[in-house]
């Protein structure tokens, strides 16, 4: 990037896209990058990058960056306005709204891509200072199962692993998950396992990792949870348990024993589509490797019955005792680079630092924390995601606040978002680009810095804090969403309330006090330094920690429930079960085939917003929506590859190019979510317990374009 100009210095800062927290050294002249390689002694990618690491630079050079201010005049233009009228507009605006419809009709929803400390803020400022009550992010689209799974199983939302566990594992099973595409630099971890390890995928579609395992189970969509209930009781069967695991370190086995005897495994297996003969020699694989790990990413979490399936993981990893140990664990692949940071700070589903709403004990500590009345603190959590887009259906929200985050592309039945966006009487957009799917409804835009031209930590999936560090001038106005919180605090009037709240590393401070006593305590953590210094820091990492060990550099790899205590007050896990729940929308003669979405390459990331402003990550992607078709369908329907054909659901009909390909099995079609038609088709269906949405099981029809 940019190698005609030649740096001075270097430093290191922490990817800014997935959730693997890669490490990115960044080559600087008179203190801006002017290039970047990745870092080779950082502990996560340990010199690896994918694309989107190395063109993190380019993208914040784009002609699309928002560089002031706009507002939406009489006859419906955009334009420039000044921060102080951007300001008074937004409180005008907004107090005006909670004057006149009271104070719930303002939400915001926010992300999982800015940092740690914004997301505080904008939680506590939000929530605490505006009287802002609902306001969710859209980690609630990819990670809000794996929360309620954790939560529920192990008593507090505590991804056990540490990166090292991909190479020392003999055993890695991804269910859901297509690494080498989604989080490539695990995969290379993976990679680099010299234990010649098995690897298992159960994926209802032929991904490039299915490709690479030395066992696939092609389950039909939706059948994962009676597949996982099935391996467990061959598990129990043919006494692959942990006996003394479970006994000394469970709650549940009997509830669990009975509820999976209920599962004929011939039934089970012929009706998802595999063979007796594929779960057997899972359960034996499973039974007889030293250990095993169980991955999962976005084919469980969303899902209707996520938070099951990925308890059903979680299960098998308890009862054979493949927890705590390097190699082992039921571990959920986060999405964004700062979804975790999501889990624990954002304000939304649980109080700053993982507390609860509902406990008065904890209100009281994070008050005194922040030095606030604790009467500010509500007493229950945000509506959910879902909840707030029905609050603007039904006229109960006429405010909205989008920070960094792309609805109008992303959630799930688009279409009717977009309409819902024009009952808004006012909606705010705050982003790096003005160009979003969202930012075209918008009322107000606010141009924000990004990555590299602002600072803060970012959680990433191993519960590792990494620096996000301030390395470009943002362009124009543009600035960091920080400073747009600080301005928005002042003009609303509670400035004096946030004094504390100064800059990223003063609110991390605050984070670190209202993190002790909890499993994600971090006040052994001395600041920003350190983080640098050690190459990030795995959390927990407690006071106590660096006085026991004396070393003011915490272990580089490590993970949780090394000494089998898991968070309930027994100390023991919970093995949770549940029924399996009919797929709401299953093919019929109309919509014959079931429509997966996902990740469609290395190269782009979610909306495009970031990763379509980079010519080269362009060139390594269609810019055209296409669609893979199996063969035999293909020919059925008389599609050859690269025609265009009509694929319609209930809610809408998009165009794409056909990719015939046996990637997926006959009745089934997969489209990758980075094409913005994409969630025209989508069912608006959620998992009850998590509120995610279920992105990967609609019924299509698709055919030939007719002839114009
Ligand atoms: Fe960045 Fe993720 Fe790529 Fe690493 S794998 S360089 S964190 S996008």
Not at 204 to 215: K, L, N, S, V, Y
Not at 527 to 549: K, L, M, N, S, V
Not at 565 to 571: E, L, Q
């Amino acid at each position: 990037t940019h190698d005609s100009m030649v740096a001075d210095t270097t430093t290191t800062a922490t990817c800014g896209y997935c959730s693997t927290g890669c490490g990115l050294r960044l080559h600087l002249r008179d203190g801006e990058a002017v290039g970047l390689t990745p870092e080779t002694q950082y502990p996560v990618n340990l010199g690896m990058a994918c694309p989107k690491g190395w063109e993190a630079l380019r993208v914040l050079d784009s002609d699309e960056r928002a560089t002031t201010p706009l507002l939406r005049d009489a006859n419906g233009k955009m334009q420039p306005i000044e921060w102080e009228a951007a300001f008074t507009t937004f409180v005008d605006k907004m107090r005006g709204v909670q004057e006149k419809h009271g104070q719930d009709s303002v939400a915001f929803l926010s992300t999982g891509q800015i940092p740690s400390e914004e997301m505080a803020f904008l939680g506590a400022l939000a929530r605490f200072g505006m009287g802002i009550r609902h306001g969710d992010g859209n980690t609630r689209q990819c990670m809000a199962t794996a929360v309620t799974a954790y939560k529920e199983s192990f008593g507090f939302d505590a991804p056990p692993f540490t990166y090292d566990d991909f190479e020392q594992s003999d055993c890695l099973i991804f269910i859901g998950a297509n690494p080498c595409i989604g989080h490539p630099i695990m995969w290379e971890r993976v990679l680099r396992n010299p234990n010649t390890p098995e690897i298992i995928v159960i994926d209802p579609r032929r991904t490039e990792t299915a490709m690479a395992a030395t066992q696939h189970l092609q389950v039909k969509p939706k059948h994962d949870l009676a597949i996982l209930y099935a391996i467990t009781k061959l598990l129990i069967d043919n006494g692959y348990v942990d006996r003394q695991f479970v006994e000394g370190h469970t709650n549940g086995f009997e509830e669990l024993c009975e509820h999976v005897s209920q599962f004929d495994v011939d039934t089970v297996a012929h009706a998802a589509g595999v063979s007796v003969g594929s779960l057997e020699q899972v359960a034996h694989t499973i039974g007889t490797r030293k250990a095993v790990s169980l991955w999962w990413t976005m084919g469980v979490n969303q899902s209707y019955e996520g938070t099951r399936t990925a308890q059903a993981m979680i299960n098998i990893a308890l009862i054979t005792g493949n927890i705590g140990r390097p190699g082992t664990g039921a571990n959920s692949i986060t999405g964004q680079c700062n979804a975790m940071g999501s889990r624990l700070w954002s304000g939304t589903t649980n109080l700053l630092g993982h507390h609860s709403f509902a406990s008065e004990q904890d209100r009281q500590k994070v008050a005194d924390v922040l030095g606030f009345d604790s009467e500010c603190i509500p007493t229950t959590s945000s509506w959910r995601y879902d909840r707030i887009i029905e609050g603007v259906r039904n006229g109960e929200i006429k405010a909205l606040w989008v920070i960094a985050t792309n609805p109008a592309h992303s959630w799930i039945d688009q279409a009717d978002v977009k309409e819902l966006f024009g009952k808004l009487d006012f909606l705010v957009v705050q982003d790096m680009y003005d160009t979003t799917e969202t930012a075209e409804h918008a009322d107000l835009i606010f141009p924000t810095a990004g990555w590299g031209e602002k600072e803060g930590t970012f959680i990433n999936s191993e519960r590792r804090y990494g620096l996000l560090k301030k390395v470009r001038r943002a362009p124009g106005q543009a600035l960091s969403d920080f400073q747009i919180l600080r301005g928005i605090a002042h003009y609303w009037g509670v400035g004096e309330q946030f004094a504390e709240w100064t800059d990223p590393e003063a609110v991390f401070r605050i984070m670190q006090r209202a993190s002790r006593g909890q499993p994600c305590d971090i006040t052994g953590i001395d600041g920003y330094a350190h983080i640098d210094r050690c190459g990030g820091i795995q959390w927990p990492w407690t006071e106590a920690d660096a006085a026991a060990t004396g070393s003011s550099e915490p272990p580089q790899q490590r993970r949780l429930f090394e000494d089998g205590r898991f968070f309930y007050d027994d100390g023991k896990a919970k093995l949770i079960v549940d029924d399996i729940t009919p797929m709401p929308e299953p093919p019929t003669q109309k919509y014959p085939v079931t429509l997966l979405t996902g990740r469609g390459t290395v190269s782009q990331w979610h909306t495009q917003t970031r990763t379509k402003q980079s010519p080269v990550l362009g060139m390594l992607y269609p810019q055209e929506a296409y669609v893979e078709i199996n063969p035999v369908d293909a020919d059925e329907w008389e599609i050859v590859h690269g025609d265009t054909v009509t694929i319609e659901s209930r809610r809408g009909k998009i165009e794409a190019n056909a990719c015939v390909t046996a990637t997926v099995r006959r009745g089934q079609a997969f489209i990758p979510m980075h094409y913005a038609e994409t969630n025209q088709l989508t069912l608006s269906h959620f998992d009850p317990h998590s509120g995610q949405p279920s992105y990967k099981d609609c019924a299509v029809r698709i055919t030939p374009k007719a002839p114009q």
